[in-house]
């Protein structure tokens, strides 16, 4: 059985780096096709894809915020880490980290809502 | 990269069948067998009802199918039952390890 959840600040002020946690079980990184992905949705707006780190390393980020972002995994504590710099109430969403296997997120965590305010 | 095109809304009749395009480009959509569905219901997850353009996953309803033709794919739900009603996005693959989500279809069933 999958499961992921997400960790991390629910209120961070402008300009600060925001760091999450998606925290895993069920299943290993290291499997062929396996990837992590990070998904953002603001308050009543559309889902927003971040950014994916894969099984052999390869990474992928959102081209609009490639500069501010940043995925990291660690397989042997079954982590995955976003850090996105320079945030702002823009920024304010549930942010959401999911399994991603034949192409699609197939297993998604329970969300985190993070606040961005003074 | 932009958002895929999605309807902003659809509706339809219990019992009665319901289509949501999204349209992409030569780029993702048209490139990759790759859309992926997502149903979300208010304050809940994504969940996933169909992935490689077509497939349902175990468990997801055959109520639920997707096709696609050129840059543009679709998501088809027969049998409208009112536990559809929620908002759907699709996603495809956009090359170089990158993706791209559509902005979202609120469903509602009168």
């Known amino acids: 059985q999958i499961t992921l959840k997400e960790s991390g600040p629910t209120l961070v002020k402008p300009t600060q780096t925001l760091t999450l946690t998606c925290t895993f079980s069920?299943?290993?990184?290291?499997?062929?096709?396996?990837?992590v992905g990070w998904i953002r949705q603001p308050p009543g707006k559309a889902l927003e894809w971040l950014a994916l780190t894969y099984w052999d390393d390869d990474k992928g980020y959102s081209p609009s915020l490639k500069s501010r972002l940043t995925i990291t995994k660690d397989i042997s504590e079954n982590q995955v880490v976003l850090t996105m710099t320079n945030m702002d109430p823009v920024d304010t969403a549930t942010y959401y980290c999911?399994?991603?296997?034949?192409?699609?997120?197939?297993?998604w965590g329970q969300g985190i809502m993070v606040t961005v305010s003074p | 990269q932009s958002a895929l095109t999605q309807p902003a809304s659809v509706s339809g009749s219990p019992g009665q069948s319901i289509t949501i395009s999204c349209t992409g480009t030569s780029s993702d959509v048209g490139s990759y067998n790759l859309v992926s569905w997502y149903q979300q219901h208010p304050d809940k997850a994504p969940k996933l009802m169909i992935y490689?353009?077509?497939k349902r996953p175990s468990g997801v309803s055959n109520r639920f199918s997707g096709s696609k033709s050129g840059n543009t794919a679709s998501l088809t739900i027969s049998g409208l039952q009112a536990e559809d009603e929620a908002d759907y996005y699709c996603?495809?693959?956009?090359?170089?390890?990158?993706?791209?989500f559509g902005g979202g279809t609120k469903l509602t069933v009168l």
């Open positions: 490689e353009d077509s």
């Open positions: 069920g299943f290993s990184l290291r499997t062929s096709g396996v990837s």
């Open positions: 999911a399994h991603r296997e034949n192409g699609a997120f197939d297993m």
């Open positions: 996603c495809s693959y956009a090359g170089s390890s990158t993706l791209v």
